[in-house]
């Protein structure tokens, strides 16, 4: 069996980094085509304490991000796949997470108008597409980052980060990094497991 090699700096940094991990904080990627976008969003997602990031691939290929400067991200996020949105929000939803899906729409809110404190799955789609009408019709609501200028929209990595950190933002206020989200044992697991990498 493989031992652990780690410096005691570098052993402090894990378990400190996975104290703050946030369980019920999770991101669906959906159909997003450049592999830069996605190494981005998991960078973002490794920096707000992300555990997981779930994908739904059924028209773009499957990015590769091992070789985007931001790459090193993605060796401290859990991966899931789905075969379909609808199987992907039904085990969220079974699980707790409210599903709140990003798309300019007369019906959406705005992202600050909702509680990121309560276990939450933010929905980004395809960077020209959007959102899918699947992700439309079966999340919970939608919801809109407002803005200022003349566009419409920010580019998808850029509004994953505007969403996540407001969640961070909320969820710090509430005192959720002050104790580990992870039980002792996954602690443990995880953390020899990281050492690894």
């Known amino acids: 069996m493989m031992q652990p090699f780690s410096t005691p700096e570098r052993a402090d940094k894990i378990a400190l980094a996975l104290r703050r991990r946030q369980p019920t904080l999770t991101v669906v990627l959906e159909n997003i085509h450049d592999p830069h976008n996605v190494s981005a969003i998991l960078r973002s997602c490794d920096a707000v304490g992300v555990l997981?990031?779930?994908?739904?691939?059924?028209?773009?290929?499957?990015?590769?991000?091992?070789?985007?400067p931001a790459a090193g991200a993605h060796k401290w996020i859990e991966f899931e796949r789905h075969t379909s949105i609808a199987a992907c929000f039904d085990a969220l939803q079974r699980e707790g997470f409210q599903v709140l899906a990003t798309r300019?729409?007369?019906?959406?809110?705005?992202?600050?108008?909702?509680?990121?404190?309560?276990?939450?799955?933010?929905?980004?789609?395809?960077?020209?597409?959007?959102?899918?009408?699947d992700v439309t019709r079966l999340a919970d609501?939608?919801?809109?980052?407002?803005?200022?200028?003349?566009?419409?929209?920010?580019?998808?990595?850029?509004?994953?980060?505007?969403?996540?950190?407001?969640?961070?933002?909320?969820?710090?206020?509430?005192?959720?990094y002050d104790e580990p989200q992870l039980s002792p044992e996954a602690l443990r697991s995880k953390e020899l497991e990281w050492q690894l990498k």
């Open 52 to 68: 997981k990031v779930h994908f739904v691939y059924t028209i773009e290929e499957f990015p590769s991000v091992a070789h985007t």
């Open 104 to 133: 300019i729409d007369p019906g959406a809110a705005s992202l600050y108008e909702h509680d990121l404190t309560k276990p939450t799955a933010l929905v980004l789609g395809n960077e020209h597409r959007g959102i899918s009408e």
């Open 141 to 176: 609501r939608l919801i809109y980052i407002p803005m200022m200028g003349m566009a419409e929209s920010l580019n998808v990595s850029v509004a994953t980060a505007v969403c996540l950190f407001e969640a961070f933002r909320q969820r710090r206020e509430r005192g959720m």
